[in-house]
C-alpha cells in the first residue's frame, strides 16, 4: 500500500511538472506582445521596455521557468512599489494583470469551481446512472428508446445553448428561479443551492449520456452473466437482480469514467461558468488565456491538473473497493 | 476487415462454417432501428457530399447577403412567418444578414460532419497506436506513454486549443487545423480504454497461445487483438463523433472555429442562441441537425456493435487500466 | 482610445477589452413620458442599486484606469480637477469644474493651466484634500508599477517623457507647481487648448501619499468622491460602494448620488444581463449595466414589447467603425483603388451586420456625427445605401485592373462588431459586385491588435475603429492623422502613415486654440480635408441602447459617453 501510494504521489509531480513545461512552451510561442497588452493599447514603445522589464519578459524561457519553480519552492519577494511584499511558498507567482497572487486568485475561484461540478456530479451521476439501469431494464422497448433520445439530446446540445433557453424559461418567463449568482456555501447554504440549481443541470445533461450509455452496456454484461442466470433460476425478483446485483458490476466503469469527467470538470465547465457568471476557474482560465496571463494560465492548468490526477487516484481505490479482485499495484 | 470481423469472435461465441462478415450483415440487418439509422447517417453523409447540388436546386447560395429581407430597424429580424421561409428560401434567411439558411445548414454539414470524422480518426488512430504500445511494450514503454497520456488527459482541451489556434498561421487551412487540434488533444481517454482492453485481451488463452507459439508482438497485434477492441473503440467513437462535433461548436463559441463565410453548425448555433426568441427556427434548424446526427450515429454504433460480437459487445469498459480478470 | 461597450452577443471570453475602465455606461427611457405617467418620478435618496456588468471593474486605481471623462463608477469615488456635465445630450459634451473652481486659467499661448481647489474638499476619513495629493496622484501615474491609462500626460507635461514615477525617481515631477495647497499649475511642452477635457481623467484625481499602497491601492483606493469602496473582491469583479460621509454635496454640483449602497457585480454573459434587466426580478428591478449594449436579437425582441421598450435608453458615444488603408502597400498605393473600394462598399449590409439601423448609423465621415466634434457632412465617394458598383469598376479600369482585381481584408477573430467577421464577410458580399474578389484574413483578438498596429507588419486593408478620449476633434484626428505620431516601434495608430506637412500644422494650430467652438469647426473642416486622401473608408457610428431596470429613475445620458450616467440614477 505503502509503496501504491509513492509511486502514486510520484507520477502525479512527474505529470504537473511535464504540464507545467507544455505550457510554459505553448504560451511562449503564442502571438500577443504581454507587456503591451499589460500596458495598456496607448503605451509608448519606452513604458512597454519598462512593463517587459518589471514582469522579466525579456529573460530566455528557461530562465523564466526556473524562476517559477524556485518560487514554488522558495516562495517570492515582490514589490508593490511603495513597500516589499512575501509570496510564501508554493509561489504561483503574480498574475501579470492583476498583481493578484496566484495562488491566492486559485483560492478565490477554487470554491465556485468546486461547487459546481460536485452538485453537477451528483445530479449527472442520478441522471446517467438512473436512465442507464433503466434503459437496460427495459432494453429494447419504447420507454428505453425515449430515454436514450433524452439523454442524447444532451450530448447533441452545446452547454450555451441548453444553459440559455434554459435561463429565459425557468428565471426570465416562468420566474421558478432566481437568474444564478454565486453564493458562498459558508454564507447561505439554501442560496447556494437554489443559485447553483441551473448549472448544475445543465451540465449534468451534457455529461450524463456518457453514464447512461455506460451503465446500460455493463449492465446488460452483467445481465447476461451466468450467475445472474443463477439467481433469476433461483427465483430472485427482477427488480433484485437489477438493482443488487447488476448494478454493483456497472459500478466499477462509472466509477472510473466519473473519475475522469470529474476531474476535467473542474476546470472544463469554462462555457457553463461562462454563461452562468460563475466566478470559477474556467472561467478565469479563458480570461487569462486571451490577455496571455502566464503565471495565471500556469497556476490554473496545474490546479485543474491536479484534480484530474487526484480524482484518479480516488477512482482506483474505489475502483479495489467495489471489485475486490483488483489488487493495488 | 472482414478478417477482422472474423477474429473479433471470442471463443465459443462463433457460429462454425459461417463467414464473420456474413454474420456481422446478418445481425446488423436483423437490428431495425439500426438500418434505420444507418440511413440517417448515409442521408447526411449524402447531403454534405451533395451540397452544391442542393443549393443550385434550391437557386441561392449560402454566402450571398439579401438585405432586403431583414428588418433593419429591429435588429436584423428576417421579414416575414417562420424566419422568413418562402419558395425562393427552403427554411428562411439568417437575422442580420439574409443568407439562405438551407444553403448554409447543407453547407455547415459538411464543415460539422467532416471536421467531427477527421477529428474522431485522429483521435482513435493516436489512442489505438499509443494504448496497444503501451499495453504490449516494456514496463517503461508503459510507464512512459501512460504518463504522457495522463498528462494529455490532464491538460483542459478548451484552453489548449485556444491557444494551439492562435499560433498556427492563419493561412493554415481552418477545418483541419480545428479537426487537428480536437483530435491531438482528445485522443487520451480512447488510448486508457485502448490499453485496458488489450491488458484483458493479452491473458486470454488464444493470445497466449499466439504467444507461446513465438509469433512477433505486431503479428499479435494485427491478428489478434486488433479485432478484439474494434467493438469498444466503434462504441466509444459513436460518442466521439457527436462530442466532437460539440467541441467544434464550443471553439466557435469562444472564437476560434472554422472561418466566416465558411458555415459550420457550431457556429449556427454559436450565433443563433440569443435568436431563441426573436427567431426561433435560426436555433431550432442547426440544434436539431445535430441532434438527428447524434440520434443516428449512436443507434448505429450500438447496432454495430451488437452486430460485431452480440455477447462480448457490452463487456468492453471504460477502464483506467487495471489488471482486471478475464470473465470470458 | 477607449473601447465603448460590450454588445450583448456572446463575446463570451474571446474579446477581452484592453480598456480597463469603460466610462461607457447606457442608455435612458427613450420615452420618459410613458414612465412619469405611471407614478412618482421624482427621485429620492435611498436604496440599493445594482450594476450587472460583463467585464470586471478591474484596476480600480485611478493612476491606472482608462476613462473618458472619468468614468462611471470609478467616477463615483474618484473626483477629479474638472469632470464632465451630467446633462442629456449635447450639453452633456461640455467640459465642467469638479474639484477646481473653474475649468482652468490658461496663459496667453495655453502652454501653462492653473487651478484652484474649491474649499473644504474632504477624503474619506475627513483630511482635507490638497493641491499636493493631486500632484502626487499624477506622478504615481507614471510608475512602470502602475502601467496603464491615456497617453496625454507624458505626452503634455514638460520633462515628462522619461519619468518613472515616485517610487523609483524620488524627485517629482517639476512641470506640475503646487504654491499652495490650493492651487496647481501645469507648464505642458507645446499649446494645448483641450487641457481641461484632460483634467477630467481619473489620473487628475487626488492621491493621499501617506495611504498609497502601491499595487494594492487598487483593493481599498481613498475616495475623494460620494462613495467609498468597501469591498473590491478578484480584481473588480465585485465592488461595493457606500456612501462616503465626508463628502458633501455643496462641493460638488455634478454628482447627486440618490442610491445608499451601489452593488457592481461582473463577469457576467452579455446576453444573461439583458435577459435579467428584462425580468427585473428582486434586486434586479433596481439594477443597471454600465457595460453592456441590447444586441441585435434582444432588440428585435424588445420593440415588440411596449413595457420594455420604454425602459430602453439611446445614446451616442464618439465612434468611428472604418476601413483602414495602408498606402505603402500595393495596390492600396493608388488612390483609385481606395476610391474604387470606397464608391463600392455596401453600408445598408454593413450597418445590418453591425445590428441594424437602430444600433448603427451609416459612415461618411471620419469624425463622429456630433456638434462637439465638429461634425461637417460630407460624402466625397457617395455610395449610396447599396454601394456604386459602376463608378467603382471605372476607377478601377483608370487604376489599371480592368478585370477586377483580388485583395486581403484582415480582421479581428473576436465577435465585437467592429473589427470583426461579420462585417469582414458584408464588405466581401459587397464588393464583389464591384468585381473585387476579398480574400479574408481573421487573425486573433491579440495578434490583431499586434498586426494592424505595428509599422512593420501592418496589411494594406483592414478593418479598424477609433473611440473618443473625449468629444472633441483632436483626440479624435491626431492620434490617426498626425503624421509626428507615428510610432516605428511599438503601438501605431496612425495606419494611414499620413505626415503631411500642411496637416500637422493645422493640428498645431487648432491646438492653440482656447475657444472650443471655434477648434470644433477647424476640425470638421480639417476632416474633411483629410477625407479626400481616401485613407479610411468611414463605415457607421453606433448607436447605444441599454435596458435599466424597471425601477430605475432619473436616467440621464450624455453625448460625452453615451451612455446612463451611474451619478444620477436614483432606484426610488
Given at each position: 500500500m505503502t509503496g501504491f501510494l509513492l509511486r502514486r504521489v510520484l507520477g502525479a509531480v512527474v505529470t504537473l511538472l511535464a504540464i507545467s513545461v507544455i505550457v510554459y512552451v505553448v504560451f511562449y510561442v503564442t502571438p500577443g506582445n504581454v507587456a503591451q497588452i499589460t500596458c495598456g493599447p496607448r503605451c509608448s514603445p519606452e513604458q512597454v521596455d519598462q512593463v517587459a522589464q518589471q514582469l522579466r519578459l525579456d529573460d530566455p524561457l528557461y530562465v523564466r521557468y526556473w524562476h517559477f519553480l524556485e518560487g514554488l519552492v522558495a516562495g517570492q519577494d515582490y514589490s508593490t512599489g511603495t513597500s516589499v511584499e512575501h509570496c510564501s511558498a508554493p509561489c504561483l507567482g503574480l498574475s501579470y494583470q492583476s498583481d493578484q497572487q496566484v495562488t491566492q486568485l486559485i483560492l478565490n475561484k477554487l470554491p465556485v469551481s468546486l461547487s459546481l461540478v460536485f452538485g453537477a456530479m451528483v445530479l449527472w451521476l442520478i441522471l446517467g446512472v438512473g436512465t442507464g439501469v433503466l434503459s437496460a431494464w427495459r432494453r429494447g422497448r419504447l420507454s428505453e428508446r425515449l430515454l436514450t433520445g433524452v439523454t442524447l439530446a444532451g450530448v447533441a446540445t452545446p452547454v450555451f445553448v441548453i444553459g440559455l433557453v434554459l435561463m429565459i424559461v425557468v428565471c426570465g418567463q416562468l420566474q421558478l428561479l432566481p437568474f444564478p449568482q454565486y453564493v458562498n456555501l459558508t454564507d447561505d447554504p439554501e442560496q447556494w443551492a437554489w443559485n447553483l440549481l441551473l448549472p448544475w443541470l445543465s451540465l449534468a445533461l451534457i455529461e450524463a449520456a456518457a453514464f447512461a450509455r455506460l451503465t446500460r452496456a455493463s449492465m446488460l454484461e452483467t445481465l447476461a452473466d451466468d450467475h445472474i442466470r443463477t439467481f433469476r433460476a433461483y427465483g430472485v425478483g427482477e427488480r433484485s437482480v437489477i438493482g443488487r446485483h447488476a448494478l454493483r458490476g456497472a459500478l466499477a466503469p462509472v466509477i472510473a469514467l466519473n473519475a475522469n469527467n470529474f476531474g476535467s470538470a473542474v476546470g472544463g465547465a469554462v462555457l457553463t461558468e461562462t454563461l452562468f457568471g460563475l466566478p470559477g476557474i474556467g472561467q478565469e482560465l479563458v480570461h487569462a488565456v486571451n490577455v496571455v496571463d502566464l503565471p495565471v494560465v500556469v497556476g490554473m492548468v496545474l490546479v485543474i491538473g491536479f484534480f484530474v490526477v487526484l480524482a484518479n487516484a480516488v477512482a482506483d481505490v474505489l475502483y479495489a473497493v467495489a471489485d475486490r479482485r483488483v489488487v493495488l499495484a | 476487415m472482414s478478417e477482422a470481423l472474423v477474429a473479433v469472435e471470442t471463443p465459443g461465441a462463433a457460429v462454425p462454417g459461417v463467414s464473420g462478415a456474413g454474420q456481422f450483415w446478418r445481425r446488423l440487418r436483423a437490428q431495425r432501428a439500426a438500418m434505420v439509422a444507418a440511413g440517417v447517417v448515409a442521408l447526411l453523409v449524402l447531403v454534405a457530399l451533395a451540397a452544391p447540388l442542393l443549393t443550385a436546386l434550391e437557386g441561392q447560395d449560402p454566402n450571398t447577403y439579401h438585405s432586403s429581407l431583414v428588418d433593419s430597424a429591429r435588429g436584423g429580424v428576417p421579414i416575414g412567418s417562420l424566419g422568413g421561409i418562402s419558395g425562393d428560401h427552403w427554411l428562411g434567411v439568417e437575422p442580420q444578414t439574409g443568407r439562405d439558411l438551407f444553403a448554409r445548414l447543407v453547407y455547415g454539414a459538411r464543415v460539422s460532419l467532416g471536421v467531427a470524422l477527421a477529428a474522431t480518426i485522429v483521435q482513435v488512430l493516436i489512442g489505438v497506436v499509443v494504448g496497444v504500445s503501451a499495453a504490449l511494450g516494456s514496463r517503461w514503454v508503459d510507464q512512459l506513454l501512460s504518463r504522457f497520456t495522463d498528462v494529455i488527459v490532464a491538460l483542459p482541451l478548451m484552453i489548449m486549443s485556444l491557444a494551439l489556434l492562435a499560433i498556427v498561421p492563419s493561412s493554415f487551412p481552418r477545418p483541419v487545423l480545428v479537426a487537428l487540434v480536437i483530435g491531438l488533444i482528445g485522443w487520451g481517454t480512447i488510448a486508457k480504454i485502448v490499453r485496458a482492453q488489450t491488458l484483458t485481451l493479452k491473458q486470454l488463452d488464444h493470445v497466449a497461445a499466439a504467444r507461446l507459439s513465438g509469433w512477433g508482438t505486431w503479428r499479435i497485434a494485427r491478428r489478434e487483438l486488433l479485432p478484439g477492441i474494434a467493438a469498444p473503440i466503434i462504441t466509444y467513437a459513436a460518442l466521439l463523433v457527436p462530442s466532437n462535433i460539440s467541441a467544434e461548436a464550443a471553439l466557435s463559441f469562444l472564437g476560434?472555429?472554422?472561418?466566416?463565410?465558411?458555415?459550420s453548425w457550431g457556429q449556427m448555433l454559436t450565433a443563433a442562441d440569443v435568436w431563441y426568441q426573436a427567431a426561433p427556427q435560426y436555433l431550432l434548424l442547426p440544434a436539431g441537425a445535430l441532434f438527428l446526427t447524434v440520434l443516428a450515429l449512436t443507434v448505429l454504433g450500438d447496432g454495430v456493435r451488437t452486430a460485431l460480437d452480440p455477447r462480448a459487445a457490452s463487456r468492453l469498459r471504460v477502464g483506467t487500466g487495471r489488471k482486471r480478470e478475464a470473465k470470458a | 482610445m477607449r473601447q465603448p461597450s460590450v454588445i450583448a452577443r456572446r463575446v463570451a471570453a474571446a474579446?477581452?477589452?484592453?480598456?480597463?475602465?469603460?466610462g461607457a455606461a447606457a442608455c435612458g427611457p427613450e420615452d420618459n413620458d410613458a414612465k412619469s405617467s405611471g407614478g412618482d418620478s421624482t427621485p429620492h435618496k435611498g436604496g440599493t442599486l445594482t450594476v450587472l456588468n460583463s467585464e470586471p471593474q478591474t484596476d480600480f486605481d485611478p493612476a491606472r484606469l482608462y476613462t473618458s471623462g472619468g468614468g462611471n463608477v470609478p467616477s463615483l469615488v474618484f473626483r477629479t480637477l474638472t469632470t464632465r456635465n451630467?446633462?442629456?445630450?449635447?450639453?452633456?459634451a461640455k467640459v465642467v469644474p469638479d474639484l477646481a473652481t473653474d475649468t482652468g486659467r490658461p496663459n496667453k499661448d495655453a502652454t501653462v493651466w492653473t487651478y484652484t481647489l474649491k474649499k473644504g474638499l474632504k477624503y474619506e476619513d475627513g483630511t482635507a484634500i490638497t493641491s499636493a495629493d493631486i500632484k502626487y496622484g499624477i506622478e504615481r501615474s507614471f510608475a512602470p508599477e502602475l502601467s496603464g491609462g491615456a497617453p496625454y500626460l507624458r505626452d503634455w507635461l514638460v520633462g515628462a517623457a522619461d519619468y518613472q514615477g515616485p517610487y523609483k525617481d524620488k524627485g517629482g515631477l517639476d512641470a506640475i507647481e503646487t504654491p499652495d495647497d490650493r492651487t496647481i499649475v501645469f507648464h505642458l511642452n507645446k499649446p494645448e487648448g483641450e487641457f481641461p477635457f484632460l483634467?477630467?481623467?481619473?489620473?487628475?484625481a487626488p492621491v493621499p501619499k501617506a495611504k498609497d499602497t502601491g499595487t494594492k491601492y487598487e483593493e481599498h483606493p481613498v475616495s475623494s468622491g460620494p462613495y467609498k469602496v468597501v469591498k473590491n473582491e478578484n480584481d473588480g469583479e465585485t465592488v461595493l460602494l457606500e456612501r462616503n460621509t465626508h463628502w458633501s454635496a455643496s462641493t460638488d454640483a455634478?454628482?447627486?448620488?440618490?442610491?445608499?449602497k451601489i452593488d457592481v457585480r461582473s463577469g457576467l454573459d452579455a446576453s444573461v444581463i439583458n435577459q435579467r434587466l428584462s425580468a427585473s426580478q428582486g434586486a434586479d428591478s433596481a439594477a443597471v449595466t454600465t457595460d453592456t449594449n441590447l444586441g441585435p436579437a434582444e432588440l428585435a425582441k424588445v420593440t415588440g414589447d411596449k413595457e420594455l421598450a420604454a425602459r430602453v435608453g439611446t445614446g451616442h458615444f464618439g465612434y468611428t467603425n472604418y476601413i483602414a488603408f495602408n498606402p505603402t502597400v500595393k495596390p492600396f498605393n493608388n488612390v483609385k483603388v481606395r476610391q474604387a473600394i470606397s464608391y463600392a462598399i455596401d453600408r445598408s449590409s454593413v450597418v445590418n451586420a453591425a445590428g441594424g439601423s437602430s444600433l448603427a448609423e451609416a459612415a461618411t465621415t471620419f469624425l463622429p456625427n456630433q456638434k462637439s466634434f465638429g461634425y461637417e457632412p460630407y460624402d466625397l465617394f457617395p455610395a449610396g445605401d447599396s454601394g456604386n458598383a459602376a463608378k467603382a469598376k471605372e476607377l478601377l479600369k483608370e487604376a489599371g485592373y480592368p478585370n477586377g482585381l483580388t485583395v486581403t481584408l484582415t480582421h479581428n477573430n473576436a465577435q465585437n462588431f467592429k473589427t470583426s467577421p461579420e462585417i469582414a464577410t458584408a464588405i466581401q458580399d459587397a464588393l464583389k459586385k464591384a468585381g473585387i474578389t476579398v480574400k479574408l484574413q481573421g487573425l486573433e483578438d491579440n495578434n490583431y491588435s499586434d498586426t494592424v498596429h505595428n509599422v512593420k507588419t501592418e496589411p494594406g486593408f483592414f478593418l479598424s475603429a477609433w473611440g473618443a478620449d473625449w468629444p472633441s476633434g483632436g483626440p479624435f484626428l491626431a492620434p490617426i492623422f498626425d503624421g509626428r505620431q507615428i510610432v516605428k516601434d511599438g503601438a501605431n495608430f496612425n495606419s494611414g502613415l499620413l505626415n503631411d506637412k500642411s496637416v500637422n500644422a493645422e493640428i498645431d494650430a487648432i491646438n492653440k486654440l482656447t475657444d472650443l467652438d471655434a477648434a470644433a469647426k477647424r476640425w470638421g473642416a480639417l476632416d474633411k480635408k483629410i477625407g479626400e486622401q481616401a485613407l479610411t473608408v468611414p463605415l457607421f457610428h453606433p448607436v447605444y441602447k441599454r435596458l435599466v431596470g424597471k425601477d430605475i429613475k432619473n436616467v440621464v445620458i450624455s453625448d460625452w459617453t453615451g451612455v446612463l450616467d451611474i451619478s444620477q440614477v436614483a432606484v426610488k
Open positions: - | 476560434v472555429g472554422v472561418k466566416p463565410p465558411t458555415p | 474579446s477581452v477589452s484592453l480598456v480597463l475602465a469603460a451630467r446633462e442629456s445630450g449635447a450639453a452633456g483634467a477630467t481623467q481619473t489620473q487628475f455634478e454628482r447627486k448620488a440618490y442610491p445608499d
